[in-house]
Nanobody, 123 residues
Framework: QVQLVESGGGLVQAGGSLRLSCLAS????????MGWFRQAPGIEREFVGG????????DYGDSVKGRFTISRDNALNTVYLQMNSLKPEDTAVYYC????????????????WGQGTQVTVSS
């Protein structure tokens, strides 16, 4: 049974930083692409960042480029999202996702999801 467990969310002031972690109980974790999405109330789930199995290829949503960094540690079965220069519009529930193939920007292409962690940025 695959489980993805996010942690690290919370309340932060605008301009601050947070680092999210996602621990994956996937036996072949190093063969999966990993990603982060976010969803605010009344808004569709949005692609934040994705990383391939080796960490050698990454991509980001336009709204977070230059501020967020996705990384992974295959020895720890963990993917991270470092979020800097946070803005109130970054407020959302952040979800970790795993895909057997590639880090597609569409949420429909992903195989497994975590339960989400709330990030709130105050102005």
């Amino acid at each position: 049974q695959v489980q993805l467990v996010e942690s690290g969310g919370g309340l932060v002031q605008a301009g601050g930083s947070l680092r999210l972690s996602c621990l994956a109980s996937i036996r072949t974790f190093s063969s999966y692409a990993m990603g982060w999405f976010r969803q605010a109330p009344g808004i569709e789930r949005e692609f934040v960042g994705g990383i391939d199995w080796s960490g050698g290829s990454r991509d980001y949503g336009d709204s977070v480029k230059g501020r967020f960094t996705i990384s992974r540690d295959n020895a720890l079965n963990t993917v991270y999202l470092q979020m800097n220069s946070l803005k109130p519009e970054d407020t959302a529930v952040y979800y970790c996702a795993a895909a057997r193939s590639y880090y597609y920007t569409s949420p429909n292409e992903w195989d497994y999801w975590g339960q989400g962690t709330q990030v709130t940025v105050s102005s």
